[in-house]
């Protein structure tokens, strides 16, 4: 034991070993370590722990929890600790690799129970570690499923003597062994689970490594990783170890020292290739003898560089069979079948995961359809199995086949993981003498091969005008393709492409072999060759060319370095291309970025509108502009462009984009024809939805005239009696409410004048107002028409101002607005409380919970404000005033005895006929309504909005004076725009005053109305919407638009009270709707779940008690009545204003316990 | 002095308008609606003055027109639209919104304000945050209307 360690170990005032080993790892150098090292070699020595930490645990007990070491921030002083235990253990290290190398193989090829048994031998040599918790998990899953990892999770989660560290880890890689969890969720899932606090940042990057890492630059953090798991066995040290050296040798000149330094020290002692190949970047002349491995890979190598392809497949194949570890002879097997366009053949076990392997790679070399899904799963294997070599292989291709960038990092990475007896290994090297003295030795040992002279070529000296010498074994597309790089390599960019350019179309064309990969590659180099000369507009068409003829050709090009080169120097050669256009379609997802190049396409051609393009069709190649018209010409882009003039102009000019794609591309007609329904669908909603906003005022006068008659006509006989008895000569009546005299000119004119009191009680003015029976019987008359205009059951104002504006719809309407935007609560009915808004209690963490509650409090008055008004405007004004009933309704029918005088004098006198007097009756309550609905308009415009208007304002303030604009940001931007949303909310409330025309649905299809309906719904109950499974078992049948809207009135009634009645949130409710024909009658079902208290009560007795006392004939009785379910509504809709006679309305659970209301009406004379 | 207006709000148009003619009586005020109507009028007509709004529907909402979407950042989209086209106009945007747009799209009127300061330096003078209950939008108003007199 070295003197000055002795002496602080024993001669200091306290005997604290731990602290003087801690010294010497963080202080003292690597002699006196060494030397310590020496010292307390044996296991027995009672201050070995100290040195070499739990080299080998007896359970998972004792992981994670040994930290004798300290944190220290020098990478070299962790190595060299982490070196000496590894020198010790070399021995049971050489062994543990060569086991691990064989549980791999046999994991690989699907032989579970031998590779289980090969797991129990390490553990049982050299016990239990973080390597074996993996490779449990790992095995529980694939050979047992995810229910025995979780199993093998809940022992070690379960076991309370486990380190809570340990349990951690456990959890993730669990987690990360599942085979059906995509790399992506597992990633995110992490992230959550170690976003701690930046104080634990040592842990965090600890943790990332454990169970994140692969490919991760591990330099800056390898001290924090090295801390850690020094509480690991040493067969873990040991490959975190490697896994460190490998991140440095491939870093700056700096950590790849430290590497080197480290690594010279294991030469000879641990039997790794991991560790040959370190040493074999750092000293490129090492020695090293090739084995029969080795010797067979050259083989296979030199027989696919010189094209015989039939034999290095089958090589390759036997080669994979005993070492399935090997990713680069999958490759090689996949590549060589694809050069002699042979199928792929699976020789591997079915379902062991060397087959999984070969099949998603062959998909993806092939540039196959699927080749997303195996993406995901090379990447999520390469996750799952980052601690094997094979792992790092899988990794390397994904990156190089997904991602557009290449990473070199990556690559070196992999290949010293890979068997680096092996040409490619010449690459690593920076310095092509280095690679030469590889090569050399390589050579000396199984001879100068084709594939060692393409190495010698690839990594020759990079002076541009040096010779390309290639081997003229390799086949001719394949050596045109070598050429091109290596003259990309020198900078003679022009030269590659000359070569680059007719391959690309060759290769295209099938006139030269390669297939898909060759021509990923070709089109690789030339893009990054035209890049460089800047010859844009070739490459765009180059890029635009190889993507139409195959999407996956370009799915690696960094594109958006050439869409960046376009948008700095706006080349005007490149704007005349539509290929210009269609190259921002594939790199761009926002429409405006691609709407810049249409428009600049369209204007350097001189045209606004791509249909101007079909008389210039010549001009362009087919698919060219089938794609720009397809891809580009979207209705999201052309809503950029300025030279349309509403929506209806833009899908005009997207059907006839649509229509000009199906005549000229028949291969994809399904895809036009499906968008232009999909168009006419959906202008159709909206004209549905404009139709329900502006008719909603609905008096049914032909029926009011129709079922009245009878007793009309007797009335207006008694009154043509009365009217040939009576004078109305000097007539004089009273206002009696304004104190004024009216009287009667001789050319008969009503005029007023002030009344005395004494006047007002004159016999004469009570006798003439009184007992003129000519306009009693008048007044009598009028009055019965109007009060069967505002509110006869069947025809009546009242009726449809009950159905489509205060059932609901009105409340909802306002509160709408303000719900899309989360600034309106919900309200406990039986305490009438408003509840916390959840939406912002989650969002305004950073508020402090007084600030909080005081917001919420805000939004609770506001809300309040709003169902005040709301209500206010249901109950007491969107009402029908008379003159003795709702004195606040804005329907104002009441006339007073003098104004229905002038009315009478004015327009009635002479009139003798039944019919002329009832159309001038008519005329005088349809002036009204138009008077009326002006005021009401009026009155949401100004007025209603002003007060609603200023509860925001006033809501605005009070969150003003509680927290700061950057507390509370979003819910003040929402407090902003709903002043904008709610002066078109009011807006459209405003225009369902008015009277309803002609119907804007012409004809409507039975789907149509259920969608419109939805969609409606929906926008009344923006978080409340549902989205009913719909069944259309009848062929189509197409309703006459005059039906629409009672249609949807009926529709509307029964999806709202499934809303509001079901007890259920809306994304519980499982509704469904089934039309049916059937023997000219329809049947529509409506189903919807309820809660369970809902359902005990019973809602259908209820219902039935009401009903049960109306027939259908007598159905308009209850309508007026509000609060109720609206299906007494239904019924008239159906009997009166949808004019069926044998309609039946019903209502009853299914056998699911759903409430079902069940519709059904002859067809006849509803349709066109 | 030719003013053009975009902005999709009445009341906020209304009080605008009336705060214009204050300053400047002779001002010649044209309303638009929409990006499309806006843009329409910005490649038609030469203005000397643009007042901006940020958030606005595609097309002028109307009893037959929804807008066909409400776009966040259609100012912005319109100052693109003119620097493309080399429409000179100096523009002021004048906003209800103190934040833009949601998730990754998300930005403050500070943010944005420096965004199109830079992209637009020509024709971008600066932007003004309106808010009805108070009158500090007035003031700013009159002052960018006083240095485009200067």
């Keep these: 034991m070295p003197a000055g360690f002795r002496q602080r170990l024993y001669n200091s005032k306290e005997f604290n070993p731990k602290k003087v080993f801690q010294d010497l790892q963080a202080y003292r150098d690597f002699n006196e370590m060494q030397a310590v090292a020496n010292y307390v070699a044996n296991p027995n020595n009672p201050f070995h722990r100290f040195m070499f930490g739990i080299t080998f645990a007896r359970a998972y007990n004792e992981l994670c929890t ?63 570690s973080l390597w074996s918790l993996e490779k449990t998990f790992l095995l529980a899953e694939y050979a047992h499923g995810l229910e025995r990892n979780k199993k093998e999770l809940t ?22 062994c599942e085979s059906k969890m995509s790399d992506e969720n597992y990633r995110i899932r992490l992230s959550r689970g170690i976003d701690f606090d930046d104080d634990f940042f040592v842990l965090v990057n600890y943790l990332r490594y454990r169970l994140e890492q692969i490919g991760m630059d591990l330099t800056s953090v390898a001290t924090h990783i090295t801390y850690f798991e020094g509480s690991t066995p040493i067969i873990d040290r040991y490959l975190t170890f490697i896994t460190i050296l490998q991140s440095c040798a491939i870093a700056d000149q700096e950590y790849s020292e430290i590497a080197k330094n480290v690594v010279v020290r294991l030469d000879g002692l641990i039997e790794d290739l991991r560790i040959d190949s370190l040493l074999q970047l750092f000293i490129p002349d090492r020695e090293f003898e090739c084995n029969t491995l080795a010797v067979n890979m050259i083989e296979v190598l030199d027989n696919y560089t010189n094209g015989y392809y039939e034999i290095s497949a089958e090589m390759a194949s036997q080669i994979l069979t005993d070492n399935p570890e090997s990713y680069e002879f999958y490759y090689i097997y996949i590549r060589s079948l694809a050069h002699i366009g042979k199928a792929f053949n699976q020789f591997f076990p079915e379902d062991s995961v060397a087959a999984s392997i070969l099949e998603h790679s062959n998909v993806i070399i092939r540039g196959k359809r699927l080749y997303n899904r195996s993406f995901n799963y090379l990447s999520k294997l390469s996750t799952s199995l980052w601690r094997d070599p094979l792992a790092y292989g899988l990794f390397d291709f994904y990156v190089e086949e997904a991602l557009p960038s290449q990473e070199k990092r990556i690559h070196k990475l992999m290949l010293l993981n890979a068997h680096f007896l092996n040409p490619r290994f010449a690459i690593i090297y920076e310095d092509k003498n280095n690679a030469d003295k590889f090569l050399n030795q390589l050579s000396s040992q199984v001879g100068e091969g084709s594939t060692l002279s393409l190495m010698r070529a690839i990594t020759a000296s990079s002076h541009k005008f040096d010779d390309v010498q290639l081997p003229e074994e390799i086949p001719e597309a394949r050596r045109q393709i070598y050429l091109a790089e290596i003259y990309e390599k020198k900078g003679r960019f022009q030269s590659a492409i000359s070569v680059l350019q007719p391959l690309l179309i060759d290769i295209m064309e099938d006139k030269l072999p390669g297939g898909f990969y060759s021509c990923e590659r070709v089109a690789g180099a030339l893009f990054r060759c035209y890049l460089e000369r800047k010859q844009l507009a070739e490459c765009t068409d180059m890029v635009v060319s190889s993507f139409l003829q195959n999407d996956l050709l370009t799915k690696k090009l960094p594109l958006i370095q050439l869409v960046k080169s376009i948008d700095e120097t706006g080349p005007i050669d490149v704007m005349r291309k539509i290929s210009y256009p269609i190259l921002y379609s594939i790199v761009h997802t926002k429409p405006r970025e691609v709407y810049v190049a249409y428009d600049n396409f369209l204007n350097s051609m001189g045209l606004s509108r791509p249909t101007q393009l079909f008389d210039m069709a010549d001009e362009f190649s087919p698919s060219d502009l089938q794609e720009f018209l397809l891809k580009v010409c979207t209705i999201d882009v052309l809503s950029c462009s300025y030279h349309f003039n509403g929506t209806k102009d833009l899908e005009t000019e997207r059907i006839r984009i649509c229509q000009f794609l199906s005549e000229k591309d028949q291969t994809r007609l399904k895809i036009y024809s499906d968008e232009i329904s999909s168009i006419t669908s959906r202008s159709l909603i909206r004209e549905g939805m404009r139709q329900i906003e502006v008719s909603k005022i609905h008096v ?8 009245g008659r009878k007793l009309l006509e007797e009335s207006f006989a008694r009154y043509r009696e009365l009217a040939s008895m009576s004078s109305i000569k000097n007539m004089r009546v009273l206002n009696q409410e304004s104190l004024y005299l009216y009287i009667i000119t001789r050319d008969g004119k009503v005029i007023k004048a002030p009344i005395s009191t004494t006047e007002l009680k004159d016999p004469v003015f009570e006798k003439q107002i009184v007992h003129n029976a000519l306009f009693i019987n008048f007044r009598e008359l009028f009055m019965d028409v109007r009060d069967r205009f505002i509110s006869s059951g069947e025809h009546g104002l009242d009726g449809y101002l009950s159905v489509r504006i205060r059932h609901g719809v009105l409340q909802n309407q306002i509160r709408s607005t303000f719900e899309a935007l989360h600034l309106i609560s919900e309200k406990d009915t039986t305490t009438e409380e408003y509840l916390i808004n959840p939406y912002w209690d989650t969002r305004l963490e950073d508020v402090s919970v007084e600030n909080r509650a005081a917001i919420q409090e805000q939004l609770a008055n506001f809300s309040r404000d709003v169902d005040a008004l709301a209500q206010r405007l249901n109950k007491e004004l969107i009402q029908v005033k008379t003159e003795k009933k709702n004195t606040d309704g804005l329907f104002d029918y009441s006339f007073s005895t003098i104004e229905l005088y002038q009315i009478f004098v004015d327009e009635f006198l002479q009139i003798t006929d039944f019919d002329q007097f009832m159309d001038c009756l008519f005329g005088v309550l349809w002036t009204r309504l138009k008077i009326n609905l002006e005021n009401i308009q009026n009155y949401i415009s100004v007025e209603l909005k002003n007060t609603i208007y200023e509860s925001i304002s006033q809501l605005e303030r009070e969150i003003r004076k509680i927290v700061s604009q950057f507390q509370a940001a979003e819910l003040l931007q929402n407090i902003a725009r709903c002043q904008t949303n709610l002066q078109y909310s009011m807006d459209s409330v405003a225009q369902w005053f008015t009277i309803s025309g002609s119907s804007i649905v012409p004809q409507f299809t039975l789907e149509n109305l259920v969608s419109i309906c939805i969609e409606s719904i929906n926008n009344i109950y923006p978080h409340k919407k549902i989205y009913p499974e719909n069944y259309f078992s009848s062929e189509e049948v197409i309703i006459d638009g005059k039906f629409f809207a009672p249609f949807f009135d009926i529709l509307r009634t029964i999806m709202d009270n499934a809303i509001t009645h079901s007890g259920l949130p809306p994304e519980k409710i499982k509704a469904q709707i089934i039309v049916q024909v059937i023997d000219n009658r329809l049947t529509m079902q409506i189903k919807n779940s309820l809660e369970k208290q809902v359902r005990e009560s019973d809602p259908i007795a209820n219902l039935k008690t009401t009903h049960s006392l109306i027939e259908t004939a007598e159905v308009t009785g209850g309508i007026a009545k509000e609060g109720r379910s609206g299906l007494m509504k239904v019924r008239k809709l159906m009997a009166i204003d949808l004019q069926r006679k044998d309609s039946s309305l019903d209502f009853f659970y299914d056998n699911e316990e759903n409430f079902v209301v069940k519709l059904s009406m002859e067809i006849e004379e509803l349709c066109i | 002095m030719k003013i053009l207006i975009i902005e999709d709000d009445s009341n906020k148009m209304q009080r605008i308008s009336n705060e214009i003619r204050e300053i400047k009586t002779d001002a010649l005020i044209t309303e638009a609606r929409s990006y499309q109507s806006g843009m329409q009028l910005l490649m038609s007509v030469k203005f000397d003055f643009l007042l901006l709004d940020m958030s606005l529907p595609i097309f002028d909402i109307s009893p037959e027109e929804d807008g066909f979407r409400v776009d966040p950042f259609s100012g912005r989209n319109i100052l693109g639209e003119m620097f493309r086209k080399d429409v000179i106009v100096p523009t002021v945007v004048i906003t209800m919104f103190e934040t833009f747009g949601d998730g990754s799209d998300l930005m403050t009127l500070d943010e944005l304000d420096k965004e199109l300061s830079e992209n637009y330096s020509s024709i971008y003078k600066g932007v003004i945050y309106y808010n009805s209950s108070e009158i ?5 108003l009159k002052t960018f209307m006083e240095k485009m007199n200067d």
């Design chain 2, 136 to 140: 500090n939008w007035k003031e700013s």
């Design chain 1, 155 to 176: 022992n070690i989660i379960g076991d309370e003597k486990n380190d809570e560290l340990l349990k951690f880890i456990a959890e993730y890689i669990s987690l990360r």
């Design chain 1, 700 to 707: 049914d006068e032909k029926g009011i005239r129709t079922t």
């Design chain 1, 66 to 128: 040994y930290r004798s070491f300290v944190l220290t921030d020098s990478l070299q002083k962790e190595l060299d600790w982490m070196s000496l235990s590894l020198v010790r253990y070399a021995k049971e290290i050489s062994q543990f690799v060569k086991q691990a190398n064989a549980f791999q193989k046999t994991f690989l090829l699907g032989s579970y129970q031998q590779a289980s048994e090969i797991l129990e031998t390490i553990i049982s040599e050299f016990g239990f």
